[in-house]
């Protein structure tokens, strides 16, 4: 990489001007990767008990009748929120500019992730969050950094981000839980924005 140097602080922010759409280029293929870590880490929650982390319980036993009813449809035995995969495979995440989604198109799942009366929360969208902050901020100061440094990330940084999540610390937004609706899906999850 070649250093550059400037004469004055004018031809800096000229410089640091001309970096915008490589630094919101970057930004989004970060976004894009954190999504990925926050689908892929919520999804390997499903059929794990989960210890409390953050603001979230750990998840209770499941109940003896859910375990007999889970039996009867030949569904895994101790495995919370699986039966046959179908909400593990309902989850999805969406990027839109800088903000992106990361949900479930299953909409029992936000009765798993709140809890009902009946039903004890067993969150798993929070939890994915709050496990990878560090990893995703890490993704997201990388993308920046590059940019600043003159590369622009192609298709690939997806997996790369994931393998090195180097770089420093950059505040990431928090979860909105809720129900979202894009493009006709509705997404029982949380929001990022970078």
Same mark, same amino acid.
């Given at each position: 990489?070649?250093?550059?140097?400037?004469?004055?602080?004018?031809?800096?922010? *000229? %410089?640091?001007?001309? *970096?915008?759409?490589?630094?919101? %280029?970057?930004?989004?293929?970060?976004?894009? +990767?954190?999504?990925?870590?926050?689908?892929?880490?919520?999804?390997?929650?499903?059929?794990?008990?989960?210890?409390?982390?953050?603001?979230?319980?750990?998840? +209770?036993?499941?109940?003896?009748?859910?375990? +007999?009813?889970?039996?009867?449809?030949?569904?895994?035995?101790?495995?919370?929120?699986?039966?046959?995969?179908?909400?593990?495979?309902?989850?999805?995440?969406?990027?839109?500019?800088?903000?992106?989604?990361?949900?479930?198109?299953?909409?029992?799942?936000?009765?798993?992730?709140?809890?009902?009366?009946?039903?004890?929360?067993?969150? =798993?969208?929070?939890?994915?969050?709050?496990?990878?902050?560090?990893?995703?901020?890490?993704?997201?100061?990388?993308?920046?950094?590059? +940019?600043?440094?003159? =590369?622009?990330?192609?298709?690939?940084?997806?997996? *790369?981000?994931? =393998?090195?999540?180097?770089?420093?610390?950059?505040?990431?937004?928090?979860?909105?839980?809720?129900?979202?609706?894009?493009?006709?899906?509705?997404?029982?999850?949380?929001?990022?924005?970078?």
């Amino acid at each position: 990489m070649q250093v550059q140097t400037f004469d004055d602080l004018g031809s800096f922010a *000229l %410089h640091l001007a001309s *970096l915008e759409g490589a630094v919101r %280029h970057n930004m989004k293929a970060g976004l894009e +990767a954190a999504l990925v870590v926050i689908e892929t880490a919520a999804k390997d929650e499903i059929g794990h008990y989960q210890a409390a982390i953050g603001d979230f319980p750990a998840w +209770a036993p499941l109940a003896d009748s859910t375990e +007999a009813e889970k039996a009867r449809l030949g569904a895994p035995a101790d495995a919370p929120l699986l039966r046959h995969g179908a909400m593990y495979a309902s989850f999805q995440h969406e990027a839109e500019g800088l903000q992106g989604i990361v949900g479930s198109t299953d909409p029992t799942l936000v009765y798993h992730e709140f809890g009902t009366s009946k039903m004890p929360p067993r969150p =798993v969208l929070g939890p994915a969050l709050v496990k990878n902050r560090d990893h995703i901020q890490k993704i997201l100061a990388n993308t920046v950094f590059q +940019a600043l440094c003159g =590369v622009q990330l192609g298709k690939d940084f997806v997996g *790369l981000a994931m =393998v090195t999540g180097k770089a420093e610390r950059l505040e990431v937004g928090g979860v909105l839980a809720g129900k979202v609706t894009r493009g006709g899906a509705a997404y029982f999850g949380g929001r990022i924005t970078p």
